[in-house]
């Protein structure tokens, strides 16, 4: 890259049209099958329209073949068959099935253009099987076509319904709205579910005034509204933060929801509602219909609470949810294990007070059967271990091991794992302990963690016995992950030539090949101990064992070249090894370029990345932004703005490490120039100037 290189050819790439004649296309296939079918074309009559019209079914349902049925039909309309509307359904469901639904909204347009037009109750089963390409647009353009060559077609009810709701979720109710407009005038009626489509529309973009007009419509018309209608429209009112309306509206919606019969639109309704609630933070009233009960007896007690649950969980309010549980409890229910898990899983992430929460409800929930499932255990223990309360970590170990057909070697694991993140030896050795002395036999993983925290800690010596102990034959065999560890262990406290030694005699002489994480551990290593020269022979030494470096090899020399002052040699490197391998990534991007930039040479760094860019490569986000801060510390504002310019250009757009980078830039500016001429230095030459 700092040689000479010519970029890469771009080759544009022209879009073409694809043209879909009237006539069914030719589908080229040299299957048995398709043999046969020549051979029946020319065995049976072209009249036999019962014979074909089974034969392409099968097809489409048995076979699934819908290209060998297109290739037949199209043989067949060349010998003067005309394709009925039996043969365009069973092509219709067969393409929607391998989901070519552009293609069958097209067969079907055709299909009508031509005159095949099927009866009344067909078209609206196909329409019914176009519109779960979820494409609205192109299922109204088909029902255009329809109404066009056939005046008298009216949509089914449910059709124009599901037609308008897929418009509403793209945003564009207005246009959801004119096709209510058609509705009324091919004679439908609208129904509740018409109307509390069209508002929900109207309310997702914040147009609460047309959804208060669609429902006064609604009632002009005589629909009566139903909950699930009040619910829609109350989110909308919610949203604009008008809670003395929403208030309002509920009292309509329990009064509603007394008089009606139909449990699901009940239960919908009153979900709707309480998400609504959640999403818009009036926390305190959803509390306040878990005490008072409002809806009575309309919504079953216990999916109500759970309800509740699910959405103050997905709100972020743990501690509120266990809450509603306590609600529960009191009244004599139990909540479902799935919410509850989720309650404590979201607690046990929430830092401190919350893990202590978390267990205390673990505890209450064991008495109604309750156990956490293996993720929320391990979330869990790491959270109650960051906080030094390993007494209520191992307890909860103990409750996860009485768990049936739970694997214990796993339960042990998660928790060693989690012991790792305190400085605690002791606990980590009484574990092992533990294990041992329930007759749970540690494997080679468990080890392995063990022998990990004991070198994250610096107790490499106590590392050091574990390993001789698996290599004795007292635990499981060692693997090249234990010596990696134990290597990058000695590395770290300086013991450079007890790791060196691991790598080049005791491993070869147990049997064990080192791999390329092995590598980069030494690596990596003997840069922060300043030892480039080493590394550098090692480097050697492992192409020459046949070993391939991968991107993070080469990030870890980059790195540590460059933070060694070596920067020519990184380049060197990058040039001779790097480049010519094809294995670097942004990391790997990422490095150098910071290298060259903390030399302080900016114009190198820019002319590094936009090379990389002429030569096909697709930098991220993080190397523009070492390089815009690199400018932004040498105080040159036109060219920070210029990367800025290059990088949309390129099809990234600034994250908020930019902004920040930038704003810094602005704020120094303020204090050099003053308010005024950082203002016109911000505005001037700003990313769009």
Same mark, same amino acid.
């Given at each position: 890259?700092?040689?000479?290189?010519?970029?890469? /050819?771009?080759?544009?790439?022209?879009?073409?049209?694809?043209?879909?004649?009237?006539?069914?296309?030719?589908?080229? =296939?040299?299957?048995? =099958?398709?043999?046969?079918?020549?051979?029946?074309?020319?065995? +049976?009559?072209?009249?036999?329209?019962?014979?074909?019209?089974?034969? +392409?079914?099968?097809?489409? *349902?048995?076979?699934?073949?819908?290209?060998?049925?297109?290739?037949?039909?199209?043989?067949?309309?060349?010998?003067?068959?005309?394709?009925?509307?039996?043969?365009?359904?069973?092509?219709?469901?067969?393409?929607?099935?391998?989901?070519?639904?552009?293609?069958?909204?097209?067969?079907?347009?055709?299909?009508? @253009?031509?005159?095949?037009? /099927?009866?009344?109750?067909?078209?609206?089963?196909?329409?019914?099987?176009?519109?779960?390409?979820?494409?609205?647009?192109?299922?109204?353009?088909?029902?255009?076509?329809?109404?066009?060559?056939?005046?008298? $077609?009216?949509?089914?009810?449910?059709?124009?319904?599901?037609?308008?709701?897929?418009?509403?979720?793209?945003?564009?109710? =207005?246009?959801?709205?004119?096709?209510?407009?058609?509705?009324?005038?091919?004679?439908?009626?609208?129904?509740?579910?018409?109307?509390?489509?069209?508002?929900?529309?109207?309310?997702?973009?914040?147009?609460?005034?047309?959804?208060?007009?669609?429902?006064?419509?609604?009632?002009?018309?005589?629909?009566?509204?139903?909950?699930?209608?009040?619910?829609?429209?109350?989110?909308?009112?919610?949203?604009?933060?008008?809670?003395?309306?929403?208030?309002?509206?509920?009292?309509?919606?329990?009064?509603?929801?007394?008089?009606?019969?139909?449990?699901?639109? !009940?239960?919908?309704?009153?979900?709707?509602?309480?998400?609504?609630?959640?999403?818009?933070? %009036?926390?305190?009233?959803? $509390?306040?219909? &878990?005490?008072?009960?409002?809806?009575?007896?309309?919504?079953?007690?216990?999916?109500?609470?759970?309800?509740?649950?699910?959405?103050?969980?997905?709100?972020?309010?743990?501690?509120?949810?266990?809450? +509603?549980? %306590?609600?529960?409890?009191?009244?004599?229910?139990?909540?479902?294990?799935?919410?509850?898990?989720? +309650?404590?899983?979201?607690?046990?992430?929430?830092?401190?007070?919350?893990?202590?929460?978390?267990?205390?409800?673990?505890?209450?929930?064991?008495?109604?059967?309750?156990?956490?499932?293996?993720?929320?255990?391990?979330?869990?223990?790491?959270?109650?271990?960051?906080?030094? @309360?390993? @007494?209520?970590?191992?307890?909860?170990?103990?409750?996860?091991?009485?768990?049936?057909?739970?694997?214990?070697?796993?339960?042990?694991?998660?928790?060693?794992?989690?012991?790792?993140?305190?400085?605690? *030896?002791?606990?980590?050795?009484?574990?092992?302990?533990?294990?041992?002395?329930?007759?749970?036999? /540690?494997?080679?993983?468990?080890?392995?963690?063990?022998?990990?925290? $004991?070198?994250?800690?610096?107790?490499?010596?106590?590392?050091?016995?574990?390993?001789?102990?698996?290599? *004795?034959? !007292?635990?499981?065999?060692?693997?090249?992950?234990?010596?990696?560890?134990?290597?990058?262990?000695?590395?770290?406290?300086?013991?450079?030539?007890?790791?060196?030694?691991?790598?080049?005699?005791?491993?070869?002489?147990?049997?064990?090949?080192?791999?390329?994480?092995?590598?980069? &551990?030494?690596?990596?290593?003997?840069? !922060?101990?300043?030892?480039?020269?080493?590394?550098?022979?090692?480097?050697?030494?492992?192409?020459?064992?046949?070993?391939?470096?991968?991107?993070?090899? %080469?990030?870890?020399?980059?790195?540590?070249?460059?933070?060694?002052?070596?920067? #020519?040699?990184?380049?060197?490197?990058?040039?001779?090894?790097?480049?010519?391998?094809?294995?670097?990534?942004?990391?790997?991007?990422?490095?150098?370029?910071?290298?060259?930039?903390?030399?302080?040479? $900016?114009?190198?760094?820019?002319?590094?990345?936009? #090379?990389?860019?002429?030569?096909?490569?697709?930098?991220?986000?993080?190397?523009?932004?070492?390089?815009?801060?690199?400018?932004? !510390?040498?105080?040159?504002?036109?060219?920070?703005?210029?990367?800025?310019?290059?990088?949309?250009?390129?099809?990234?757009?600034?994250?908020?490490?930019?902004?920040?980078?930038?704003?810094?830039?602005?704020?120094?500016?303020?204090?050099?120039?003053?308010?005024? #001429?950082?203002?016109?230095?911000?505005?001037? =030459?700003?990313?769009?100037?």
């Amino acid at each position: 890259m700092f040689l000479t290189t010519s970029p890469s /050819p771009k080759t544009p790439i022209t879009p073409k049209t694809l043209t879909i004649p009237l006539t069914f296309f030719f589908t080229h =296939s040299t299957s048995p =099958s398709h043999h046969h079918h020549e051979h029946q074309l020319d065995q +049976i009559s072209i009249d036999n329209t019962p014979h074909w019209t089974k034969t +392409i079914h099968d097809l489409c *349902t048995r076979h699934r073949n819908v290209d060998q049925a297109l290739h037949l039909l199209d043989h067949l309309r060349l010998r003067g068959y005309r394709p009925d509307p039996l043969n365009l359904s069973s092509i219709i469901h067969a393409l929607c099935d391998s989901n070519r639904f552009e293609e069958a909204h097209h067969r079907f347009a055709h299909s009508i @253009d031509s005159h095949c037009v /099927p009866d009344q109750r067909t078209c609206n089963v196909i329409i019914a099987r176009l519109l779960d390409s979820q494409t609205p647009h192109n299922t109204l353009g088909v029902l255009r076509v329809l109404s066009v060559l056939k005046p008298d $077609f009216v949509a089914s009810l449910v059709n124009y319904n599901r037609l308008m709701d897929q418009l509403c979720s793209l945003r564009r109710p =207005s246009e959801a709205h004119r096709v209510l407009f058609d509705m009324l005038i091919r004679g439908h009626c609208p129904n509740a579910v018409s109307y509390t489509t069209l508002i929900n529309g109207y309310c997702g973009i914040g147009e609460l005034g047309d959804a208060q007009k669609v429902f006064d419509e609604m009632c002009e018309r005589g629909v009566a509204p139903n909950s699930m209608t009040y619910s829609v429209l109350i989110r909308g009112v919610l949203r604009k933060r008008d809670i003395g309306g929403a208030m309002e509206l509920m009292g309509r919606l329990w009064e509603t929801m007394k008089g009606e019969d139909d449990t699901l639109v !009940k239960n919908a309704a009153f979900s709707n509602l309480i998400d609504s609630m959640c999403r818009e933070g %009036y926390f305190q009233e959803v $509390f306040g219909i &878990a005490e008072d009960r409002p809806q009575g007896e309309s919504v079953n007690e216990e999916f109500a609470y759970g309800q509740m649950i699910d959405s103050l969980c997905k709100a972020g309010r743990h501690h509120g949810a266990s809450r +509603i549980v %306590y609600i529960m409890r009191h009244r004599g229910f139990a909540p479902r294990i799935t919410l509850y898990n989720c +309650i404590i899983h979201g607690l046990s992430k929430e830092g401190q007070g919350g893990c202590m929460r978390a267990y205390q409800l673990l505890e209450e929930g064991i008495e109604f059967g309750y156990l956490p499932s293996e993720y929320t255990y391990k979330v869990l223990v790491e959270g109650l271990c960051q906080e030094s @309360d390993t @007494d209520k970590a191992r307890q909860v170990l103990q409750y996860m091991l009485k768990k049936e057909r739970v694997d214990k070697i796993r339960m042990y694991n998660i928790y060693l794992r989690a012991l790792c993140l305190v400085n605690n *030896t002791t606990e980590l050795l009484n574990a092992l302990v533990s294990m041992l002395q329930t007759e749970c036999q /540690p494997d080679v993983i468990t080890l392995n963690i063990v022998v990990n925290g $004991f070198c994250k800690m610096g107790r490499v010596e106590e590392a050091l016995k574990v390993l001789d102990d698996m290599m *004795t034959a !007292k635990f499981c065999a060692p693997n090249v992950v234990t010596f990696t560890t134990i290597i990058n262990g000695l590395l770290n406290v300086g013991r450079t030539q007890e790791a060196l030694g691991m790598l080049r005699d005791v491993m070869p002489q147990k049997g064990f090949r080192p791999n390329v994480v092995t590598y980069n &551990a030494v690596l990596r290593g003997l840069f !922060k101990l300043n030892q480039g020269r080493e590394a550098m022979e090692i480097f050697n030494g492992m192409v020459t064992e046949g070993v391939a470096a991968d991107s993070t090899t %080469y990030t870890i020399i980059i790195d540590g070249l460059c933070e060694s002052d070596q920067l #020519e040699e990184a380049k060197r490197f990058w040039d001779e090894v790097i480049w010519p391998s094809q294995i670097h990534d942004n990391f790997v991007y990422a490095a150098i370029i910071k290298g060259i930039c903390h030399s302080g040479n $900016f114009d190198e760094a820019c002319h590094f990345l936009y #090379e990389l860019v002429d030569s096909g490569v697709s930098p991220n986000i993080f190397s523009y932004n070492i390089v815009i801060d690199t400018s932004c !510390k040498l105080g040159l504002k036109k060219e920070a703005y210029e990367v800025v310019r290059e990088m949309r250009r390129n099809g990234l757009a600034p994250d908020s490490v930019t902004w920040r980078i930038l704003d810094k830039l602005h704020s120094n500016s303020r204090k050099q120039y003053g308010d005024d #001429e950082a203002s016109t230095l911000q505005f001037g =030459s700003g990313p769009h100037g």
